[in-house]
């Protein structure tokens, strides 16, 4: 049975207030306000972006969801949870700051921002899964807790996964720390000898000590290796190596356990919009260089089926960049993550695509 996927098309042409009104008719027509409750409380699950990332949905674009919301009775927070690696978002105070500096402030939207798994990524809530890999994943507790979700998804290529859509944001973006440790034991990489050149770079990055240099090379300890992939994003020269088609296809369908559990708490309370703009290879998890940008403008998506909003949205990239997005992003097969969350009942990968106006 195929599910609906409201769609409005985007151009160069439009403005700010064009996508504020498409994103608030994308919310009319997936008859989101229903999802809501009056006085609940609505986490609005953005990504804010990383140190110069300039990528990511912008908060000025919400504005209009925001609106339904409140008229809805609900009770936005924007929300995210800590990251894994050492960046600026890895504990709740940092992290505020940065979205903050990204314009994530209530003086501008009227929200505030409540990271979802705590201080440091420790608040965790348990959920049963019929997973292959897990019977039981962590999630972030102040999503558990809310009334509603709405899923606010930036369509990319992705290091390890191939494609970061709705799946990816509702699987590694609300897990708890070890939810996410869990998805990343799997990618476990190795340096070439051959190719590095000692210049250290990955051990400044490595969130654990796991790199040190034998002689003139780095080297990777598996054992304190978490599976972050921070030295694989910032070795410049490829030294650093994984079995990729192995490795991302465990991570992809762990992730799709860990969005399973995710939906299984809030079932029928959720709500997705994926934004296909400013489409990069890179997630938003990296700086980013705007100039490098894949496909700027195709259009935003809107559905209750994460599954069914993913095929969609990898359907309007590939239709916009002209061939695969493996051949102009990373050659990672992104199929394992929309076929196990199918398997697990997340959604359909048959859809109904239906343009709305506006
Ligand atoms: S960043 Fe790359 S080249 Fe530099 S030490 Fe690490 S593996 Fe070697
Ligand atoms: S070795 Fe690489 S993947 Fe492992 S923890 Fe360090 S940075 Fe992360």
């Excluded at 490595?206 to 240099?213: D, E, L, Q, S």
């Amino acid at each position: 049975m195929p599910s609906d996927v409201w769609f409005s098309p985007l151009t160069d042409q439009h403005d700010d207030d064009d996508i504020r009104a498409k994103v608030g008719t994308l919310f009319d027509a997936a008859g989101m306000a229903q999802l809501l409750r009056p006085r609940g409380l609505v986490a609005i699950k953005v990504h804010f972006g990383e140190l110069d990332n300039h990528n990511f949905v912008k908060p000025r674009l919400l504005a209009s969801l925001v609106d339904r919301i409140e008229q809805a009775g609900g009770k936005p927070f924007w929300t995210d949870t800590n990251t894994l690696y050492l960046g600026q978002r890895s504990n709740a105070v940092d992290h505020i700051k940065l979205a903050e500096s990204h314009g994530f402030t209530v003086a501008a939207t009227g929200v505030p921002v409540v990271i979802a798994d705590g201080l440091t990524g420790r608040g965790e809530v348990r959920v049963p899964v019929p997973g292959k890999h897990s019977q039981e994943v962590g999630i972030a507790p102040a999503v558990a807790e809310a009334a509603a979700l709405v899923v606010i998804s930036h369509a990319t290529g992705h290091l390890v996964a191939g494609f970061g859509g709705a799946i990816k944001n509702l699987g590694m973006g609300l897990s708890s720390r070890k939810g996410k440790l869990y998805q990343h034991s799997v990618v476990k990489p190795r340096v070439d000898a051959d190719i590095c050149i000692g210049c250290r770079t990955c051990i400044a990055w490595c969130p654990t000590g796991a790199i040190t240099m034998h002689g003139e090379h780095a080297h990777i300890d598996p054992e304190a290796c978490i599976g972050c992939g921070e030295c694989l994003a910032s070795c410049q020269i490829g030294a650093v190596r994984f079995q990729w088609r192995m490795a991302s296809r465990g991570l992809q369908e762990r992730m799709a356990e860990q969005a399973a559990g995710v939906a299984a708490r809030l079932e029928g309370r959720i709500g997705y919009l994926t934004f296909v703009m400013d489409v990069g290879k890179d997630c938003d998890c990296l700086a980013s260089n705007p100039a490098d940008v894949l496909i700027r403008r195709a259009g935003i998506l809107a559905s209750l089926d994460p599954v069914a909003l993913d095929q969609a949205s990898l359907d309007l990239i590939e239709r916009h960049l002209g061939r695969p997005l493996r051949a102009a992003a990373y050659d990672i097969d992104f199929e394992p993550q929309l076929q196990a969350a199918e398997a697990l009942g997340l959604g359909s990968r048959e859809y109904r695509l239906v343009e709305v106006e506006g």
